[in-house]
């Protein structure tokens, strides 16, 4: 870490931004992943760097999506690995979930890095190995084209943090239940999915993991409910109208 204050203004912001750089030029992650996490930085800015209502009201309806599926799946990238394994390893073991590796611009000694650091935060079984069995999502192609067949090929609900906008797309039209987090509320895979959190994932995973044991004994019906009633467009709208005030507030 540079020497910073926790005191600083961005103390937070700055310490994740340490934490992708290190992991960086440790192989973990490609260059792009800084962009995208620039990109999601600018986002988290412009919304106040908290959870605001729209995402609390995603992540009730996400967990309850979760808790009813039968098969569900985390999938985590290069980004969401580094920022939030333990967290997601949490979650995989609550649900519980199947855990899958799916990288953007996948090499093999990324898939690796990304393996260590998941078992590091004490994943157990992680499907989307390097040497793991895969077959390609229709309408994808190249190697991030792969999903394993126990893992998003089976699942009913996947909860994919940070996707692409060709791969949220192309899961949702095999019928899956695609929940994502993305700070961007405007990008595809916020726009294409079926529920989406705009919040970071630093935030975000923590508070699904609470949510979670809440909504733990409510009946089938109940949180059926609460996912038919979510709207996710609306929702979406309702977390642009939020940057928009902020922007006309000039942040205050
Ligand atoms: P899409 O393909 O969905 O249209 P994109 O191509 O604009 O998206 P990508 O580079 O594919 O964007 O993905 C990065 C996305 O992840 C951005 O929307 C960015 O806002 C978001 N993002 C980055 N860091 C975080 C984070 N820590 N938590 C949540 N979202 C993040
Ligand atoms: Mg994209």
Redesign the pocket.
Known sequence: MHDMSPHHPRYQSLL?RDKMAKAYQEGILAD?AL??????????YILGEKTNLPALNSIKAASAALLLAENPILSVNG??AV??AEDMVKLARILPAKVEINL?YRTPQRVMKVEEVLKKAGATEILGKEEDDYFPIKGLEGPRSRAHPEGVHRADVILV????????EALVALGKTVI?????P???????SSIT????????IPLIIEEISKLRGCRIDELEAIVHEFDNQRNIDSSLQLIAQYLEKDGK
């Open positions: 994740l792009t962009i995208a996490h620039g990109r999601g930085e600018a986002f988290d980004n969401t920022l939030a953007f943090p940070l996707e692409d906008g060709d791969r949220a994502t987090i993305d700070l961007n405007l990008s595809r895979t916020a726009q294409t959190i705009v919040d970071n994932v630093v935030r975000a």
